[in-house]
């Protein structure tokens, strides 16, 4: 038996558009033996089309997929301490899948890769997980990480901004946070992970949003405007979306007005736009402004 040692690639494969993987991710993805996914279950399944899509669109010979069912996590719990218990408990099941999946399908002098939704080092488990199952000592190989274009950056070229205005500071943060109030400084705040919807409580203060879900796929839909105006409407999409697909991925970003001029014409999907307050949404070929 080879005593060659394993490797192991975190690849960040961008938000979701095949054109967002970087030169670098491309030739990671052609040194590796074998992908792993760890899905999200069957409502989740375009997560992992969108996946193959991108491997498709990529990679000039046939590759290898090997799939499990990520495991079940407690999502009720939002106080700090039972939700980091919470998130623990789910790593170390994932972590077990992991260790299980590169011990019985990557040989010992293979490369086996991880494709990680927007960049492996904002909000994504990988990392730590593979830290987890290397403590274990039950299997040893060596890894590296590829950046990738995340959901944050994607989110302000869709929207034609920059996420920090001038000299100011940006803070990224989880919707759980967001709910505690908007920072009393002069930053801006970019928020994911907000499957509570914050922002409805943070109306009456003056706020602009630039909001997008499923960015850099078919389905994306934007929304930019004053946070009272537009913030039922944000409410209402996202409602449609879930129903319609199982699932919800978004990103926002918040900051106090007034905004620039240009700001306010930054709702539009490739080749279209909408004004103040208005929404864009790209469902295959069909795009409605309103």
């Not at 039922?232 to 199982?246: D, P, T, V």
Request: proline share 4%; hydrophobic share 35%; aromatic share 6%.
């Amino acid at each position: 038996m080879s005593d060659a040692p394993r490797h192991i690639l975190v690849i960040g494969m961008g938000a979701g558009d095949p054109d967002h993987v970087t030169l670098a991710a491309v030739k990671a993805m052609r040194r590796a033996d074998v992908f792993f996914v760890v899905g999200k279950g069957k409502e989740k399944g375009s997560l992992t089309r969108l996946r193959r899509d991108i491997l498709d669109e990529h990679l000039t010979g046939p590759y290898r997929v090997v799939e499990a069912e990520d495991p079940w996590r407690d999502r009720t719990q939002r106080d700090g301490g039972r939700y980091a218990s919470a998130v623990h408990d789910w790593r170390h099941r994932r972590a077990d899948i992991c260790e299980r999946l590169i011990i019985e399908e990557l040989a010992p002098g293979q490369c086996g890769a991880f494709l990680v939704w927007g960049d492996p080092s904002l909000y994504d488990s990988t990392l730590a997980i593979l830290d987890d199952i290397l403590g274990r000592g039950t299997v040893q190989f060596g890894h590296e990480v590829i950046p990738g274009i995340s959901s944050v950056s994607a989110l302000a070229a869709r929207h034609r901004v920059t996420l920090n205005q001038v000299g100011g500071p940006i803070h990224i943060t989880p919707g759980r946070r967001l709910a505690q109030g908007f920072p009393e400084d002069d930053g801006d705040i970019v928020v994911m992970l907000d499957g509570h919807e914050s922002f409805t409580h943070l109306t009456g203060k003056g706020l602009w949003i630039h909001w997008g879900a499923y960015i850099g796929t078919p389905d994306e839909i934007l929304v930019s405007g004053p946070l009272d105006e537009v913030a039922g409407r944000i409410s209402q999409l996202r409602a449609e979306a879930r129903e319609r697909h199982g699932w919800i991925m978004d990103t926002y970003l918040l900051r106090r007005g007034p905004v620039d001029a240009d700001s306010t014409q930054s709702t539009g999907g490739t080749g279209g736009t909408a004004g103040a307050g208005g929404v864009n949404r790209t469902d295959g070929a069909d795009r409605t402004n309103g």
